[in-house]
């Protein structure tokens, strides 16, 4: 039975990133045999990941990284279950290094990025690891990558829950980071009306109409109500026609006008937006599982 010394634990905990017991019981098992023991590691950590796949992400984070002239930037969603694991130092980590690395290898999709390495390892190999060493299912959902047509401007908001890339043409940096606030608290769906789908317009016209025929008015003025009803939805709901946050006697596009500016994109990321949310009581599942440890 060969030796297993602190420094032999260290070199594995270093390789494979996997906590110390974790890698003192594989290295006892492969009877020293630092290669076997990472072996032994992925294929244990790899059980674990394919344990937590099946559960919901719903926390996480936001992550952003943009080039120092402004021109270049990229957005990325990373979740995780709970969110005391949106905390943990090596998931803020590794979406700080997802982030520079959509920046900087423009990846076609999630795909694509989860088949890329940092140092020598692919993302999905990392995922794995830290899905091993955290015990919680982390998912990459979605990124955008900007070139921008004049400056980008970024705004993250509550603990990295909510997420704002947008790309300023003319203007100045204080007002870019207005924007931004204002499109993190105000969530248009849209730039304008164009960008608003056809199926959410005709659910709120339908919406409209119903409320609008219980007015009991002519079938003219219920049209003219209906109209009109559509057109707030979209002023709410649009950015350039939403009263902008800091003056809301002038609309962002009366805003952007009175400067000399315009807004080549923007992307508003809110986490966990549309997934389901776990609804198990994390501190009981914390003691079941330290009651099944001892058993």
Do not use: W
């Not at 080549?264 to 198990?280: A, I, P």
Request: contains cysteine.
């Amino acid at each position: 039975m060969a030796e297993i010394t602190a420094s032999m634990v260290k070199e594995l905990r270093d390789r494979t990133d996997a906590p110390m017991m974790d890698c003192k019981k594989a290295l006892g098992e492969a009877d020293g045999d630092m290669a076997r023991a990472e072996e032994l590691l992925r294929v244990k950590f790899g059980s674990k990941a394919s344990k937590a796949a099946g559960r919901i992400a719903a926390e996480g984070v936001v992550g952003m990284h943009i080039s120092a002239d402004g021109k270049l930037g990229a957005m990325i969603e990373v979740n995780c279950e709970t969110d005391f694991v949106a905390k943990n130092d090596d998931f803020l980590a590794l979406t700080k290094s997802l982030a520079e690395l959509v920046a900087n290898n423009n990846p076609a999709d999630v795909a694509a990025l989860s088949a890329m390495t940092i140092d020598g390892k692919t993302v999905e190999e990392i995922r794995t690891q830290l899905v091993g060493k955290i015990g919680e299912n982390l998912s990459l959902r979605r990124f955008v990558r900007i070139e921008a047509k004049g400056k980008l401007a970024s705004y993250v908001h509550g603990g990295s829950k909510i997420g704002v890339l947008v790309d300023v043409v003319g203007g100045d940096d204080a007002f870019a980071k207005d924007l931004a606030m204002h499109i993190a608290a105000s969530k248009p769906k849209s730039l304008d009306a164009s960008g608003v789908s056809a199926d959410l317009i005709e659910t709120e016209r339908r919406v409209a109409a119903e409320k609008a025929a219980e007015s009991g008015k002519p079938a003219n003025i219920v049209e003219k109500m209906v109209e009109g009803a559509v057109q707030k939805f979209l002023k709410e709901v649009t950015l350039l026609g939403q009263p902008f946050v800091k003056d809301d006697k002038q609309t962002i596009e009366q805003v952007l006008k009175s400067k000399g500016a315009s807004i080549g994109s923007f992307t508003l990321y809110v986490v966990g937006e549309g997934l389901e949310k776990r609804q198990d009581n994390f501190a009981e599942e914390v003691m079941a599982q330290a009651a099944a440890a001892k058993g």
